[in-house]
Each structure stands twice: as structure tokens, then as C-alpha cells.
Nanobody, 117 residues
């Protein structure tokens, strides 16, 4: 089972940038498609982006397309989310996970991103 630890969140002004990291344990990390998700207060968890096991194929939700970039380094068992042109509506707890998400959840603790106006 893959265990996930997200980091890199923080407080940033509108228009700023952050780079999130997700460190995964387990030897099978490189075989999984990975995704980034977020959950704002009072809202359901939202899919943002996914990346194939090879890193060659990516897909983005319309809400972040052109602003966020997902990448991975299988040698480091890490997936990244570069976030540019941040908006107050990007404020949320950000999570990574396998895509599609496994039936048992497997969510980490997430990392808080707060964008001030």
C-alpha cells in the first residue's frame, strides 16, 4: 500500500505561486497514475490533475488548466504540483492520491494552501 505525505502549502497573495510535493512510500509508486485533489471548506473534494506512471500523459481540470502543472520523479517517489497565478478560490487543503482513488481511500493529511486577496 502506498502512503502519501503532502507538503509545500502556505499563505500566498493573489497571483503568487507555490510548488506542492507529495512523497510516497512503497516500491509500486512508479506503476500508478497519480493525481492531485483539493477540498475547500464546506465543499466536496475536487479533482485537479493527473499524471501517468511514465509522466508522459497529463490531464487537468478546467479550473486549473494553464495555471497548474503536475509532474513526477519516480526515482524520488514524488509527485509535484506547480501552481501559478493563484486566486483566492484556490484556497483549500490539497491532497495527492492514486488515480483513480483506491476503494480504501489512502488519503494523506494534505497541505493547506491559502490565497489572500
Amino acid at each position: 500500500q502506498v502512503q502519501l505525505v503532502e507538503s509545500g502549502g502556505g499563505l500566498v497573495q493573489t497571483g503568487g505561486s507555490l510548488r506542492l510535493s507529495c512523497a510516497a512510500s512503497g516500491r509500486t509508486f512508479s506503476s500508478y497514475t497519480m493525481g492531485w485533489f483539493r477540498q475547500a471548506p464546506g465543499k466536496e473534494r475536487e479533482f485537479l490533475a493527473r499524471i501517468s506512471w511514465s509522466g508522459l500523459t497529463t490531464y487537468y481540470a478546467n479550473s486549473v488548466k494553464g495555471r497548474f502543472t503536475i509532474s513526477r520523479d519516480n526515482a524520488k517517489n514524488t509527485v509535484y504540483l506547480q501552481m501559478n497565478s493563484l486566486k483566492p478560490e484556490d484556497t483549500a487543503v490539497y491532497y495527492c492520491n492514486r488515480y483513480p482513488t483506491p476503494p480504501d481511500g489512502g488519503w494523506g493529511q494534505g497541505t493547506q494552501v491559502t490565497v489572500s486577496s
